[in-house]
């Protein structure tokens, strides 16, 4: 599903049920975009926000070549610029927002890499194209 954020609810635009339990594959999501690039196009969003399922080297490339900015998790085994992310952040602490100096090799795409670690302990990291002060404020908004 895709959807726009209004005063903190979300209203779906388009989306597909899927035959099948998990997530989706990487040509569903290009499919539901190219859909709502019909009626919404990429100039009229702010962004793509989601969670670390919508990651991959043709998904990234596919949003920059629409011109969609994105604020998308990704997994703290996924590794940027030969390193995991875990190892890159291991020591980020509650509530402290750190973020990697210079632009990163994220599947393929440079972008800025945006990590805090949320009230519960987990280590939250954002690949995006937004700047690092409104990267996290986007994600949660999601």
């Not at 997994?75 to 402290?96: S, Y």
Request: proline letters at 3%.
């Amino acid at each position: 599903m895709l959807g726009v954020i209004l005063n903190g609810y979300t209203l779906p635009l388009v989306w597909t049920a899927l035959p099948h339990d998990g997530n989706s594959r990487t040509d569903h999501r290009l499919d539901l975009v190219k859909r709502l690039l019909k009626a919404l196009p990429a100039s009229r969003w702010k962004g793509l926000v989601a969670d670390c399922e919508f990651i991959g080297g043709a998904w990234f490339a596919f949003l920059r070549e629409q011109g969609i900015k994105w604020a998308l998790r990704i997994r703290k085994d996924a590794v940027v610029d030969g390193l995991r992310i875990d190892e890159w952040f291991c020591d980020v602490q509650e509530g402290e927002v750190r973020c990697l100096f210079e632009k990163a090799e994220v599947y393929g795409e440079r972008m800025q890499v945006v990590a805090t670690r949320s009230p519960v302990g987990d280590l939250v990291v954002i690949a995006t194209d937004f700047r690092v002060q409104d990267t996290l404020e986007l994600y949660r908004k999601r």
